[in-house]
């Protein structure tokens, strides 16, 4: 019996040692993270200043994504037609 404690015992410091070590590695991840957020969110900002001195509209290129997008979903929409279409066509066939 004094076997199957030991044994426990091993596999519990076993897992505490990976929990520990997860731990750690998330915390290193933490902070990689809100590093690239900060470098990105900086990055950003300097990317708007630049775009006022030489006075692009950010506001265009946004709505020309919005327009893209629109339109990808009026293509969307005008397959899902087709398609109950086709569906309602071998639906009335049976």
Do not use: P, W
């Not at 708007?48 to 946004?62: D, F, L, S, T, V």
């Amino acid at each position: 019996m004094s076997h199957d404690i030991e044994t426990a015992s091993d596999n519990v410091e076993k897992c505490h040692s990976i929990i520990v070590e997860a731990n750690q590695r998330i915390r290193d991840l933490d902070v990689t993270v809100h590093q690239n957020f900060t470098d990105f969110i900086e990055a950003f900002k300097e990317k708007i200043k630049e775009n006022r001195r030489n006075k692009i509209n950010i506001k265009n290129g946004m709505d020309e994504v919005f327009k893209l997008h629109k339109k990808a979903v009026e293509v969307q929409k005008e397959k899902i037609k087709v398609c109950k279409e086709a569906y309602d066509d071998v639906d009335r066939e049976k």
